[in-house]
């Protein structure tokens, strides 16, 4: 269980908030200003330590967090120009995630805010995505809806306001950022595969080969990538396997995941009546989901809001962002240390 969330009267600015990011394997950190905005943020990748594992090693990420956290921290107060004196509360990712890595940037995080008796609160690593383009000059403004796909989620939200959202749409299997690297690695393409799919998809030639668009052909607004996984699995099997055809079959799944992600997208403006469309986490990097969507909002009379790519993976910025919207709104947590591996997003308390 997280701690219990609780509220004193809000202010109009907190001051400088810590954030620290370390739900998996990146560790990241940053500071943000609600009146100045973001003053700094730093980000270390553990890719090339579990390249040679094909994957993520969660003990291996859970130390490699205690190694790189607290010099992150110096290190983004010094780009910041403050000292930890100046910090008015910390913010961290308390779920979903790996547990282990969770509770290293928790503790560091809760031992730093009871050092200094600051306010601190445990942050949903998605609804940190899910912000993450208010850290753009020009925001969204509720209500809109949400496209969260990462390597974990594929999830369309409603959200009438910060702290208020109504899950639309789940994945059922594999999410878009998982069947990208599950992809990836029977292709033999190298890890992190996602990233190296949609960069040999670039090569690839239009029309060789056609997959599927799962679960657009029915009602509703959950996706299965699965399926589409073993249909690339049998076409790659059946091909020359020639480094042509490895791209041609690289674009066209790409093709199939962008077009169905696009087609539920389209059908959660259509119920909900919105007309703005937040996309974020992981896969929101993709520049042919990128352009499929705001080519889509030009033509179709919505608009579509990206975070930039540094803040799509996972990072810090968003979460200092996220706890200081709610430690401004008055919310923060008892002194326990506290994480949650699966974590509803609706279940968030909203922000005033």
Known sequence: ?????????????????????????????????????????????????????????????????????????????GQAGLGVDDLRGVAYT??????????????????????????????????????????????????????????????????DAIGRYELLGDTLDDAAGEAFDKTAKLMDLPYPGGPALAQLAEQGRPGKFRFARPMTDRPGLDFSFSGLKTQVLLAWQASDRSEQTKADVARAFEEAVVETLAIKCRRALAITGARSLVVAGGVGANRHLRKELADAGVKEGFRTYFPRPEFCTDNGAMIALAGALRLQAGQFETPAIAVRPRWDLASLPPVA
Not at 112 to 137: K, Q, R, S, T
């Open 1 to 77: 269980m997280t701690n219990q969330v609780f509220a004193k009267p809000p202010g109009t600015s907190i001051g400088p908030v810590l954030g620290v990011e370390t739900s998996c394997d990146e560790t990241g950190v940053a500071v943000f200003d609600s009146a100045r905005g973001l003053l700094a943020h730093t980000l270390y990748s553990q890719i090339r330590m579990h390249a040679d594992y094909g994957g993520v090693v969660p003990e291996l990420a859970s130390r490699d967090h205690v190694r790189k956290l607290l010099p992150l921290v110096r290190e983004t107060l």
């Open 94 to 159: 308390a779920g979903p995630g790996l547990v282990g890595a969770l509770l290293v940037g928790a503790t560091a995080a809760r031992s730093l805010a009871w050092a200094l008796d600051l306010p601190a609160i445990g942050v949903h690593h998605m609804e940190g995505h899910l912000l993450a383009p208010l850290l753009e000059p020009d925001p969204p403004q509720p209500p809109f809806v949400a496209l969260l796909v990462s390597g974990g989620h594929s999830m369309l939200i409603k959200v």
